[in-house]
């Protein structure tokens, strides 16, 4: 039987390699993207038909159910997953945050994972059969962050909104997860801030920085009969650095 997995946020870093590693797993996946078509269609050429591009603004309330519906028709099917991974951040201090960016943040990362855990869990309590919603946390889900207010507030409100969902979906057979990265290399995190993968490292006790291959393992895990008993949980894919205290002198 066709698995079909629905992900937001799929053209580009993480969500794009998540796409490649759902459909290694036997998923037919639909992603999202909302201003970078030309990779979200690149991405969807490389899968031969088991990848399906559908423009869509994660955060808003008409978009969101048509996207799904795109899906739907597209591959004959409620979906088996989703996978909330779209988000923005935006660089500011407390004092200098501009409301319209909290509100950006706030609507892409939060509103997003509502809007499409809602719509997905609709769908998979009417076709019966269960399945899993993994949400794409942070380190910010644990520890604050300098100039990422809004980001932080984001990531930590899908912790607690994993840990309802999961609650309240359990008894539909549907499971839901977080996965939350720590460092990871890639186009945006290079441009960040120069030096980032070597500063990183040396603050992480596996010495590296991960890499989006990283993260993809954990959602596969968390999807899959594997994790049948595992629901409500956050996976922190850090490499240990948000278990680590900010202890002088340490050497490793």
Same mark, same amino acid.
């Given at each position: 039987?066709?698995?079909?997995? &629905?992900?937001?946020?799929?053209?580009?870093? +993480?969500? !794009?390699?998540?796409?490649?590693?759902?459909?290694?797993?036997? %998923?037919?996946? /639909?992603?999202?993207?909302? $201003?970078?078509? *030309?990779?979200?269609?690149?991405?969807? !050429?490389?899968?031969?038909?088991? !990848?399906?591009?559908?423009?869509?603004?994660?955060?808003?309330?008409?978009?969101?159910? #048509?996207?799904?519906?795109?899906? !739907?028709?597209?591959? /004959?099917?409620?979906?088996?997953?989703?996978?909330?991974?779209?988000? +923005?951040?935006?660089?500011? $201090?407390?004092?200098?945050?501009?409301?319209?960016?909290?509100?950006?943040? &706030?609507?892409?990362?939060?509103?997003?994972?509502?809007?499409?855990?809602?719509?997905?869990?609709?769908?998979?309590?009417?076709?019966?059969?269960?399945?899993? &919603?993994?949400?794409?946390?942070?380190?910010?889900?644990?520890? #604050?962050?300098?100039?990422?207010? =809004? %980001?932080? *507030? $984001?990531?930590?409100?899908?912790?607690?909104?994993?840990?309802?969902?999961?609650?309240?979906? @359990?008894?539909?057979? &549907?499971?839901?997860?977080?996965?939350?990265?720590?460092?990871?290399?890639?186009?945006?995190?290079?441009?960040?801030?120069?030096?980032?993968?070597?500063?990183? #490292?040396?603050?992480?006790?596996?010495?590296?920085?991960?890499?989006?291959?990283?993260?993809?393992?954990?959602?596969?895990?968390?999807?899959?009969?594997?994790? $049948?008993?595992?629901? /409500?949980?956050?996976?922190?894919?850090?490499? @240990?650095?948000?278990?680590?205290?900010?202890?002088? =002198?340490? @050497?490793?």
């Amino acid at each position: 039987m066709t698995k079909i997995a &629905i992900l937001t946020g799929g053209s580009t870093g +993480i969500g !794009a390699h998540l796409v490649g590693a759902l459909v290694a797993a036997g %998923y037919r996946v /639909g992603f999202s993207y909302n $201003s970078s078509e *030309a990779p979200a269609r690149a991405v969807e !050429a490389l899968y031969d038909g088991a !990848a399906f591009a559908v423009k869509c603004d994660a955060g808003d309330e008409v978009q969101v159910p #048509a996207f799904h519906a795109a899906v !739907a028709d597209h591959f /004959g099917g409620a979906p088996d997953l989703l996978v909330n991974n779209a988000g +923005i951040q935006t660089w500011a $201090s407390l004092l200098d945050l501009k409301v319209a960016d909290f509100d950006k943040v &706030i609507r892409t990362n939060l509103r997003g994972a509502f809007l499409n855990t809602q719509e997905a869990a609709r769908a998979m309590k009417a076709a019966g059969k269960g399945g899993a &919603i993994i949400n794409i946390g942070s380190g910010c889900n644990k520890v #604050a962050f300098p100039k990422l207010v =809004d %980001y932080a *507030a $984001s990531k930590g409100g899908i912790e607690q909104f994993t840990k309802t969902a999961a609650s309240e979906l @359990g008894p539909l057979g &549907i499971r839901v997860n977080c996965v939350a990265p720590g460092a990871i290399a890639n186009e945006r995190t290079a441009e960040e801030a120069e030096g980032y993968a070597d500063k990183w #490292a040396a603050l992480t006790p596996l010495r590296r920085v991960g890499l989006a291959a990283d993260i993809a393992g954990p959602v596969v895990f968390l999807a899959s009969d594997a994790a $049948s008993f595992v629901t /409500g949980q956050t996976l922190y894919v850090d490499g @240990g650095v948000f278990a680590c205290a900010p202890w002088p =002198d340490y @050497g490793g």
